[in-house]
T-cell receptor, first 111, second 109 residues
Framework: NAGVTQTPKFQVLKTGQSMTLQCAQD?????MYWYRQDPGMGLRLIYY???????DKGEVPNGYNVSRLNKREFSLRLESAAPSQTSVYFC??????????FGQGTRLTVV | LAKTTQPISMDSYEGQEVNITCSHN???????ITWYQQFPSQGPRFIIQ???TKVTNEVASLFIPADRKSSTLSLPRVSLSDTAVYYC??????????FGPGTRLSVLP
């Protein structure tokens, strides 16, 4: 049982480049989330998907897009990366509060 | 979503009991209280959840007074491996998970 799997684990981008962060869960959860965590800070919600086919903005959605491809997969896309998007990105899934399961994170550096 | 307030950091020694208190004065009737643990370079991990009174599992205990305006996470006999950030979340089923800055616990030898 893999839980929540994120790819890639590390990525370096140049300013203006685009990329997609992939997330997949095998727990049959309806809800999926993307967070970012800057050094020494808590997690901030970027986008979430309460169920397949729906997505909604979180606290910091600017500069990102998401796709809920199916029940298992929820991707996060950076269309034109900026240094301010250097962060660790976490994907999570849940049946809803209280328990969410998090992936190991993607460490993204934009130079 | 109810706002939570926790200490930014705490220090403890190995073998001691650690209590981390979270204040949530605006908690709603349907809200649950949930605690997560995050080790460096890892995603947060669910520890414990409760609604009222006391909940205990193999990792921690959660104490919630009758007015539910605060809660205390209790970690018995901490070890160096309990050094982590601990987050208190308050919310109802179907809502989003909102993480504050958490409490950075340092366990010293």
């Amino acid at each position: 049982n893999a839980g929540v799997t994120q790819t890639p684990k590390f990525q370096v981008l140049k300013t203006g480049q685009s990329m997609t962060l992939q997330c997949a869960q095998d727990m049959n959860h309806n809800s999926m989330y993307w967070y970012r965590q800057d050094p020494g800070m808590g997690l901030r919600l970027i986008y979430y998907s309460a169920s397949e086919g729906t997505t909604d903005k979180g606290e910091v959605p600017n500069g990102y897009n998401v796709s809920r491809l199916n029940k298992r997969e929820f991707s996060l896309r950076l269309e034109s990366a900026a240094p301010s998007q250097t962060s660790v990105y976490f994907c999570a899934s849940s049946r809803g509060i209280p328990e969410a399961f998090f992936g190991q994170g993607t460490r993204l550096t934009v130079v | 979503l109810a706002k939570t307030t926790q200490p930014i950091s705490m220090d403890s020694y190995e073998g001691q009991e650690v209590n981390i208190t979270c204040s949530h004065n605006n908690i709603a009737t349907n809200d649950y209280i949930t605690w997560y643990q995050q080790f460096p370079s890892q995603g947060p991990r669910f520890i414990i959840q409760g609604y009222k009174t006391k909940v205990t599992n193999e990792v921690a205990s959660l104490f919630i007074p009758a007015d539910r305006k605060s809660s205390t996470l209790s970690l018995p006999r901490v070890s160096l491996s309990d050094t982590a950030v601990y987050y208190c979340l308050v919310g109802d089923y179907g809502q989003n998970f909102v993480f504050g800055p958490g409490t950075r616990l340092s366990v010293l030898p």
